[in-house]
């Protein structure tokens, strides 16, 4: 993965660690008595299970989530007791939130919540809000780096041929040798593209719809990460596709397509809503 699957949700994770990580270095309590003042930080001793529980727990949540994002798919799907990496980020990232309300109203006897603290429970609070919101809000799970049709040279911007795209990136062909194919024939690339597969050329199983014989391929991309499944039916993803990248289509049964991933690898995309065409 790279920098495109990176979403808003995920901006916005990123922003809150990054503030719940300075906010720790400010007065989490404050103590005066009789003329005397002090104040300490999250980092001291005295207040040492506000550092883990607070500010480090959110920290490491948010890490967790957008690590996740750029791990090998069997590697982020792999569970730990129970959990996936980025759902263990969710969860670290709740109990930051949940730690830090119960320090603001729950502290000792003759000390009060430093500026540090106050602030540190807004940052863990919009943390936890946006990890725990991303995977449902469709506004949050657009790609962070996304190019839209209306840049130059991008799929569907007025005077761009098929395949003229000029940004890196497969579908973005600045270079010379990232040319994607052209269609040489019936949702077939150019045969100098075409890479061959494994055993051959897969059959769809029986039942399957009939390719539209109107078809024209087309660049597309997907709003959130989805699986490609072969196609001869196996339940077995074959690749994901990254939102932010984008897909030639070289093929549509029905409702479903089948595309070509960077590699050259084909398979068949079930869910196709939301994707935006080139």
Known sequence: MNNRSLSRGDAGVIGAAVLLLIFSFLDARTFEQQGYSASENAWSADFFPLLPSVFLAGIIGAGLIVGSRFMAQPVADKEFLGLKLNQWGIALSVTSAWAALWSLIGGPEGLDNGIGLILGTLAALALAGLAAATPMVPALQAPLTSSTPSQPGAPGAPGAPYGGMQQQGYGYPGAQQQQPPQPGGYGQPAPQQQQPQPGGPATPQPGAAAPDPNFQPFWFAVP???????????????????????????????????????????????????????
Do not use: F, H, K, N
Request: proline fraction near 7%.
């Open 224 to 278: 959130a990460a989805r699986p490609l499944y072969g196609e001869d039916g196996s339940p077995t993803p074959v690749a994901e596709l990254a939102p932010g990248t984008w897909y030639l289509a070289v093929e549509q049964r029905g409702q479903q397509l089948v595309a070509q991933t960077q590699d050259g690898r084909r398979g068949v995309l079930q869910d196709t809503s939301g994707i935006q065409r080139g």
